[in-house]
């Protein structure tokens, strides 16, 4: 038997009181008073040689009333196997190795695998060890699942392998996220094996533990009280950083536009409070690592920043170099510079329109030309007899209703080449209804390759979108909440479009009537999109509202493709492109991304992985350079305190002294054995026994008297 407060054994001394009670001499029970003595003061009881014990029963049971008394406080248990031992002997340990470019400094990797391998030669045959990488997202290199499966004797050795292959990234760090998922998976594993609230799970987080790293997904996570975390924090072998950042990221041929004064360019250079040195030079450098221009050199002391003026470059470079650092890892900003591009967009329409009649007069009122293109709006008329231009200089004609038999056949090559049509059906059926309903169903017959019923739909006031396809890159802008609501864009009329089941037609939205209202069609390499409604005020509200501009710009960025300004890519951002075009990395390899789940032949989706400059091209022909740099919060390689964690609501580890937290777990598991076992009660019963019997051999010795 172990006592969990054994001082309180020391009043069970308090045994000594009942037995000096019944050693002392009592009075003679018949008492005769005598005139001479009734003024002496009675004799005190005393012990003397002739004292001894007259009720052994009545001592017996006072004395094992005290004595049951100081052993309940003594809190007495069983030694067993408690639920905590069982645990330590079984935890389910997450190793998370941080993978994220500020790891890529000299030994980091090495000493966060070596740190990892130690850990795990450390646990316990029967522990549970699971090996994830995080940097911006968390991936497995031994999954929970598979060490689950494992057997004990073989799990480290796969823990340990698993290490082999992982490599720094040049993503940012997201710790916050990466606990978040990985408590999940600690959870539902401890749910499913019905496990209590004991400190069964360990998540240990080897990393730099470096400021930039990323805490919001814990701030409204509410952390379980089963899983401990615990942080091996990592220490460089040089510490400190410096880093650059362009404060004005225009083209470079455009140096105009960067100073009205000079030809120069505006710099932040920030070095760390731990850094080792002061002087520190910036230059623009080409493909083949030549200085482009003067090399300029500036003091920025430690633990402090400055903005420098930096002449611009007289070649196009690819990067700026800051020199002097040196952690180099981030040394390099890439830049993308070239000359804007040009392209033109068509309008189709009678120049006879009126403006509020006009389809082209809303779409030039759209800023659809950026610093790094120039966007030019063109009229056409209908029945034209000039040939069509090439897809490659207009990728977008916008059609009104009044296309001719020699317009469709001409647009028709168009698609085919690869050029994207909106054809905006804006002419109501009149009372001749055969033959507009005629020309619409003869120039989809001819645009779509479909057979298709449409007449004039009649609302009884008007009409409005709904079921839109906000996964669709043209809606994709306006997926958010804050934008989604087209409740305001009324449609005063529309055309009714009965489509054919096997007509290929993808209805990318719907009028609440249930009819088509905006379809999309591939078309040889080209695409073509019908509107079933106009956007003149005098056939509905969309062009005075504020999701036309985006729509538009949208259907714009995916004819022509998006350019968009060079300093916007960070890795781990996604770029989207079609089946015409290719992007190439810096290494010169093409990037293979994966078919977006919308429509698996048109668009792909790839998440950038390495800096550096990428080309996009089409038809052989480059589009557009775009530079991709390192998330800026990598360089904040200061050491955070740990204890942000812990005010976030985290369970920390104790990370205290071996003997210390031995100490500690004995504790524990000894308030856990006493919980379970209860013997205080009975004891605290067995009291009340005793001292009911004791006082019940009293009453009947009363009696006998």
């Given amino acids: 038997m172990n006592f969990l407060t054994p001082l309180y054994a020391l009043a069970a001394l308090a045994i000594a009181v009942p037995i000096l009670f019944h050693l002392v001499r009592k009075r003679p029970k018949d008492l005769q008073t005598f005139s001479s003595l009734m003024f002496l003061e009675p004799a005190a009881p005393r012990l003397t040689q002739q004292s001894r014990i007259d009720n052994w029963l009545l001592l017996a049971l006072r004395a094992a009333a005290i004595a049951l008394l100081a052993i309940a406080f003594t809190r007495p248990y069983w030694k067993a196997n408690s639920q905590t031992e069982v645990l330590v002997l ?13 790891m890529r400094r000299d030994g980091m990797m090495d000493q966060a695998k070596a740190r990892i391998k130690a850990l795990v030669e450390q646990s316990k045959i029967l522990d549970t060890l699971s090996v994830y990488a995080f940097d911006k997202t968390l991936r497995p290199l031994l999954s929970l699942e598979m060490a689950e499966t494992a057997l004990p004797s073989q799990r480290q050795q796969l823990a340990i392998a698993s290490l082999k292959n992982a490599k720094p990234t040049w993503n940012m760090t997201d710790l916050g996220s990466s606990l978040v998922q990985a408590a999940d998976w600690l959870q539902a594993e401890s749910e499913m094996t019905e496990v209590g609230n004991a400190a069964s799970n360990e998540i240990v987080v080897v990393t730099d533990l470096q400021k930039g790293m990323k805490l919001e997904a814990l701030a409204n996570y509410s952390w379980p ?12 072998r040089m510490p400190g950083n410096a880093y650059a950042a362009l404060l004005s990221v225009a083209s470079i041929a455009e140096t105009e536009s960067l100073s009205q004064d000079s030809n120069q360019v505006r710099v932040r250079v920030v070095n760390s409070l731990n850094s080792q040195v002061d002087d520190l030079q910036l230059s623009w450098r080409n493909e083949n690592d030549a200085l482009i221009g003067i090399e300029s050199r500036n003091s920025i002391p430690k633990g402090s920043s400055a903005v420098v003026t930096l002449a611009a470059p007289s070649a196009d470079p690819i990067y700026l170099q800051l020199s002097g650092d040196q952690v180099d890892f981030d040394n390099k900003h890439y830049l993308a510079t070239q000359q804007p591009s040009s392209c033109s967009v068509l309008l189709v329409e009678s120049k006879l329109r009126e403006n509020e009649t006009s389809l082209g007069y809303f779409v030039n009122q759209i800023p659809l030309s950026t610093p790094a293109r120039t966007v030019v709006v063109e009229t056409r008329e209908p029945d034209d007899r000039a040939e069509w231009p090439s897809p490659t200089q207009t990728p977008w004609i916008i059609a009104a209703s009044e296309l001719t038999e020699r317009d469709l056949m001409g647009l028709s090559t168009y698609l085919e080449q690869g050029g994207h049509l909106l054809w905006v059906m804006d002419e109501s059926l009149s009372n001749d209804v055969v033959s507009v309903a005629d020309k619409y169903e003869q120039a989809l017959s001819r645009l779509a390759d479909v057979s298709l019923e449409i007449e004039e739909a009649n609302p009884k006031n008007y009409s409005m979108f709904e079921r839109i396809d906000f996964r669709h890159p043209v809606f994709a802008d306006l997926a958010d909440s804050r934008f989604n609501d087209f409740t305001k864009i009324k449609f005063w009329s529309h055309r009714k479009l009965a489509i054919e089941e096997n007509s290929r037609l993808q209805i990318l939205a719907s009028f609440d009537d249930g009819s088509p209202a905006f379809l999309a069609k591939e078309k040889g390499k080209g695409t073509l999109w019908v509107l079933a409604a106009g956007w003149q005020p005098s056939q509905s509200q969309l062009a005075l509202s504020s999701k036309f501009v985006p729509i538009i710009s949208s259907l714009f960025r995916i004819a022509a493709g998006d350019v968009r300004d060079t300093e916007t890519y960070v890795v781990g951002d996604e770029v989207t492109w079609t089946d015409e075009e290719r992007i190439v990395d810096p290494l010169g390899n093409d990037l293979e991304g994966e078919a977006d789940a919308i429509d698996e032949t048109r668009f792909k989706r790839f998440r950038l992985r390495e800096p550096g400059i990428y080309q996009r091209s089409r038809d052989s022909k480059m589009v557009q350079k775009f530079a991709v740099n390192m998330e800026q919060s990598e360089s ?16 920390m580890a104790d990370l205290s002294s071996p003997e210390r937290k031995a100490q500690k777990l004995g504790q524990l598991q000894a308030i856990e054995l006493e919980a379970q076992q209860g013997w205080w009660r009975w004891l605290v019963i067995g009291v009340l026994g005793v001292t009911g019997t004791e006082s019940i051999v009293c009453i009947m010795r009363s009696r006998n008297r």
Avoid: K, Y
């Fill in 636 to 651: 904040l390689v200061d050491h955070a305190d740990v204890d942000c964690l812990e005010r976030l609501g985290v369970n």
């Fill in 225 to 236: 009280a089963n899983t401990r975390v615990r942080v091996e924090r990592i220490e460089p």
């Fill in 90 to 102: 079984g935890m389910r340990r997450i190793f998370l190795l941080d993978c994220s470019a500020s």
